[in-house]
């Protein structure tokens, strides 16, 4: 059974890696960010170097590949090796990027993996005072599963003086991160 899921995830990896159909490439990651979900898969996904394709995916033009990519990393990402894996690849930069996406899932998956990627060591990264600014502006969205997860991550990840200091800031600015459509 265990190398049947080896072998199934393999030829997913392989199709996105072959196939010039954009829809293939969709579901293709689409079913990887699902087997993402699953613990059992992690090893899998690591060896076929899946994080790696995630990571690469987060700059493409394409909103819905992006959108798996994020997604997956999200799911991997609460285990330590993956966590470490993708901090140790600079992966935090992609991700604060997504913030910037109009997709609504994308950018939860962002706010949410950004969330599971702050340690102690990668905190300064996580909550670097841009991303303070732009969880403020998502806390006052009319979304309220946008809004919510804003002030779950300034209450808990963020120091009462960043958030200060991102307020005084954004009295300053019209420039700013859009918020995604809805």
């Known amino acids: 059974m265990e190398l049947g899921r080896l072998e199934y995830l393999q030829a997913l990896v392989t199709e996105f890696q072959v196939t010039d159909s954009q829809e293939a490439k969709e579901q293709v990651l689409a079913n990887l960010a699902n087997f993402a979900y ?61 913030l910037s996406s109009s997709n609504e899932e994308t950018v939860m998956s962002a706010v949410t993996t950004l969330m599971y990627l702050t340690t102690s060591q990668s905190r300064q990264q996580t909550t670097a005072l841009p991303v303070v600014e732009c969880m403020l502006r998502f806390s006052l969205s009319a979304n309220r599963r946008l809004s919510n997860l804003a002030t779950v991550f300034l209450e808990d990840y963020c120091t009462p003086p960043q958030v200060e200091e991102a307020r005084n800031l954004s009295k300053h600015t019209a420039v700013g991160i859009p918020l995604p459509k809805d």
């Open 38 to 98: 699953d613990p059992k898969n992690y090893e899998y996904l690591r060896q076929l170097q899946v994080l790696d394709l995630f990571l690469d995916t987060l700059t493409e033009d394409s909103e819905t590949l992006v959108e798996f990519a994020i997604g997956g990393l999200c799911n991997l990402c609460l285990d330590k090796t993956n966590k470490d894996y993708i901090l140790e690849a600079n992966g935090v930069e992609p991700v604060i990027n997504c």
